[in-house]
């Protein structure tokens, strides 16, 4: 039996999860046909039985088995997805990524159209106000990022969609990391740190004003730094150590 590597398993156990919702018997013995496993469902002592009982150990049967299908062939790992998601509406959703607990929120946005693709891991968007005053700070987040081998891209780098707000979230959406700054309490900033917090992403707080800090986030640590040469200075490799040290953090779900 081949051996499965770290990202193939996490895609397993995110399968996983989703089977244990939404599978039935039946569909159980179609994705064993699909994937040239049949016997191997029919004749498992567990899987079936413990799904028909609802059994406590039915969700490690699930994913014996899971195992069991791709490691016969990992190109059957494509085939159980493509099912997984015609069977399990919810797996075509998006699953918010990263978190210490094996909880996770699915959810399909009403306002925004979740863009096609997946989250581009060298990516950092930057969200802040677009006044011109901000134009040195882009530019030092920029060079942070570069100095990290990364890439930096804010809305105004952008024109996919017609609305500016559609280009905002899927640039989020794309991005590993997101910079906001909170200078001035800008409302839009807000907001767009509400959609960072929420897909999962690694949200690094700047600003120029302590007290510009939200509430409800000043238990966060944040960045403060003085919008000058030298301010900025100190700022970009105290931001590129930041984003060498989120780069290296896990990949998102497989969802993503």
């Known amino acids: 039996m081949r051996s499965i590597d770290p990202d193939t398993g996490k895609q397993i156990v995110a399968l996983k999860n989703h089977i244990i919702a939404g599978f039935n018997d039946s569909h159980w013995r179609e994705l064993g046909i699909l994937t040239n496993?049949?016997?191997?469902?029919?004749?498992?002592?567990?899987?079936?039985?413990?799904?028909?009982?609802?059994?406590?150990?039915?969700?490690?049967h699930v994913l014996s088995m899971l195992q069991k299908m791709v490691a016969a062939d990992p190109s059957?790992?494509?085939?159980?997805?493509d099912y997984v998601k015609t069977k399990c509406p919810e797996?075509?959703?998006?699953?918010?990524s990263e978190g210490n607990d094996a909880r996770r929120i699915v959810f399909s946005p009403n306002v925004f159209r979740v863009p096609e693709g997946n989250v581009d891991r060298s990516l950092v968007s930057v969200?802040?106000?677009?006044?011109?005053?901000?134009?040195?700070?882009?530019?030092?987040?920029?060079?942070?990022?570069?100095?990290?081998?990364l890439a930096c891209k804010r809305a105004?780098?952008?024109?996919?969609?017609?609305?500016?707000?559609?280009?905002?979230?899927?640039?989020?959406?794309?991005?590993?990391?997101?910079?906001?700054?909170?200078?001035?309490?800008n409302a839009n900033v807000f907001y767009e740190a509400g959609i960072a917090h929420t897909?999962?992403?690694?949200?690094?707080?700047?600003?120029?004003e302590s007290d510009h800090i939200p509430f409800d986030l000043r238990h966060h640590r944040y960045i403060q730094y003085l919008n000058n040469s030298e301010g900025l200075d100190v700022l970009r490799p105290i931001l590129s150590n930041r984003f060498k040290t989120l780069a290296a953090k896990p990949k998102p779900m497989p969802w993503d």
């Open 127 to 149: 969200m802040m106000p677009f006044a011109s005053n901000f134009g040195p700070v882009y530019s030092s987040i920029k060079s942070a990022a570069s100095s990290a081998g």
């Open 91 to 96: 797996a075509g959703e998006y699953i918010s």
């Open 37 to 60: 496993q049949i016997d191997a469902v029919n004749d498992h002592p567990r899987l079936l039985r413990s799904l028909s009982f609802g059994d406590d150990d039915y969700e490690g």
């Open 156 to 185: 105004d780098d952008i024109w996919d969609d017609s609305t500016v707000i559609q280009d905002i979230f899927s640039l989020i959406f794309r991005s590993h990391i997101v910079v906001c700054d909170f200078t001035g309490m």
């Open 76 to 81: 059957y790992l494509d085939i159980i997805t």
């Open 199 to 208: 897909l999962g992403k690694h949200v690094i707080p700047i600003t120029q």
